[in-house]
């Protein structure tokens, strides 16, 4: 006998290769005492990623007009049909958006000692970084009903690091 409130995981049938499509543009000019300075921008888009969709999710927000509908009085929250449990399904519903802007400055080998100094300040978007996470994070959203996946947990990625600085040198 089947359980209908048991949790259910598929994949769709029909999965599309993820895609990447990079741009950038930088200049570069040569400074004084054999010293080079680059600045750049870099942008990546990543379209049709590895995603998951919580079709039968949890509405625990009561400002919701269909939640008392739907969940009755006095429920703190409960699922959007409430005769089945869990409905998880992963397909490429996936997206992601990075922007930087890199700075470098770089002294070529002069006298036993090469110099390199770069700062990159960026901004990664996306809306699936932990797909595959135990701990219930983005790929499990709370409150989806009746919003997709995609506008509520489209937020700086898990990835996201704002600054960078590194400095290295040889002698």
Same mark, same amino acid.
């Given at each position: ?19 990447t ?5 930088? +200049?570069?000019r ?21 995603a ?6 949890y ?30 399904v992963?397909?490429?519903t ?8 890199q700075a470098?400055?770089?002294r070529? +080998? ?16 996306? $809306? ?12 499990y ?18 990835? $996201? ?11």
């Amino acid at each position: 006998v089947l359980n209908p409130y048991a949790s259910q995981t598929s994949i769709i049938a029909n999965l599309l290769d993820p895609r990447t499509y990079n741009w950038n543009l930088s +200049m570069q000019r040569e400074l004084p005492a054999q010293f080079t300075f680059t600045l750049g921008y870099v942008g990546t888009r990543g379209t049709h990623l590895y995603a998951q969709n919580q079709l039968n999710p949890y509405i625990n927000d009561p400002n919701n007009p269909d939640f008392q509908n739907i969940c009755g009085n006095g429920a703190t929250y409960c699922r959007v049909n409430e005769n089945r449990g869990s409905i998880l399904v992963r397909d490429n519903t996936g997206d992601s958006n990075y922007h930087a802007l890199q700075a470098e400055v770089a002294r070529k +080998m002069a006298k036993g000692l090469e110099l390199r100094g770069n700062y990159t300040w960026s901004k990664t978007i996306d $809306d699936v970084s932990e797909i595959f996470t135990t701990g219930n994070y983005s790929a499990y959203p709370l409150v989806q009903y009746p919003t997709p996946r995609g506008l509520y947990d489209r937020s700086p990625s898990t990835l $996201d690091r704002r600054q960078r600085i590194s400095i290295t040198y040889v002698y």
